[in-house]
């Protein structure tokens, strides 16, 4: 979150200050605004606190793009992902491990102010995670510890869970989301040949558009769509291990998109409702 002067924080529509700009205003400190939230002049706690868990996932997420919190691997080396495979010449040494792997979860290493924060918020106690850091950090699942959640058994259970208790509610929209009919290919190839036409005459005849949506990208593009819509209904209304949140619940929470657990549930849940539809439990 970059704080622009004292009175503004903009998120610069970068994930985790957006989910953090979120969380502020969620805990009474800040005012939301398009481009991120105000602090407001009284900052005073709600008398209903948001979840814990998704304000435990705002911090890593904050401490993540802030450089706050490197995950190590096994072994408690530096994790240099593939996305930025960069070697350096005689690079400085990194700094120890301070917290160690434990409940399936690998080591790290973290800031005094990052530590602080993830002692009182009961992530860390005495330098190793604890028990109810495990599943908060399935929402993150740091690449340099190779997490797989799905063959874990509370996770089995969870997709046991939501197939038995899903409310009306998201049954009936899951159902619309499902349905993919001819009107809405064609509508989605409509949708592309007007911004194409509209591009182009923006632009005039020399620029180069891609071309307008073909019936199977169209149809690409909406499957797509619906996979996204489904994404968000788990973010909104989904939590382990309560299962679906009544609308009262969804309240207390925070719209954690980009939630590897919550897309991963999403998968296992409509993989398992809608087997003739593969497409939904696509990535």
């Not at 890593?60 to 930025?84: E, F, T, V």
């Not at 950090?137 to 058994?153: E, K, N, V, Y």
Request: hydrophobic content about 40%; glycine content about 8%; proline content about 8%.
């Amino acid at each position: 979150m970059q704080r622009d002067g004292p009175d503004r924080w903009e998120h610069t529509y970068t994930t985790a200050y957006q989910i953090g700009c979120d969380a502020l205003v969620a805990l009474g400190q800040g005012q939301a605004t398009k481009w991120g939230a105000v602090p407001l002049k009284d900052p005073h706690l709600p008398d209903i606190l948001p979840r814990w868990d998704d304000i435990c996932v705002a911090v890593l997420c904050l401490a993540g793009q802030r450089g706050m919190i490197d995950y190590r691997l096994p072994n408690g080396g530096a994790h240099r992902s593939r996305m930025n495979p960069i070697v350096m010449v005689n690079p400085p040494p990194s700094p120890a491990a301070n917290i160690a792997a434990g409940y399936g979860l690998g080591p790290a290493f973290a800031v005094p102010e990052a530590l602080s924060v993830l002692q009182s918020l009961n992530l860390l106690t005495e330098g190793s995670w604890t028990e109810a850091a495990e599943t908060v950090l399935w929402r993150d699942q740091p690449r340099a510890w190779g997490m797989d959640i799905t063959s874990d058994p509370r996770f089995t259970a969870a997709v046991e869970g939501a197939c038995k208790t899903m409310p009306v509610d998201i049954r009936t929209e899951m159902d619309r989301l499902a349905t993919i009919s001819e009107a809405n290919i064609s509508a989605a190839v409509a949708q592309s040949a007007a911004h194409y036409d509209a591009s182009r005459t923006k632009n005039g005849p020399g620029a180069r558009i891609a071309p307008p949506f073909t019936y199977e990208q169209a149809r690409d593009a909406v499957e797509s769509g619906r996979r996204n819509d489904l994404d968000w209904m788990f973010f909104r209304r989904w939590r382990l291990p309560d299962g679906w949140l009544t609308p009262e619940d969804a309240t207390r929470a925070l719209e954690i998109f980009h939630d590897p657990l919550a897309i991963a549930m999403r998968r296992a849940v409509v993989g398992r409702l809608y087997p003739s539809l593969p497409f939904l439990a696509e990535q």
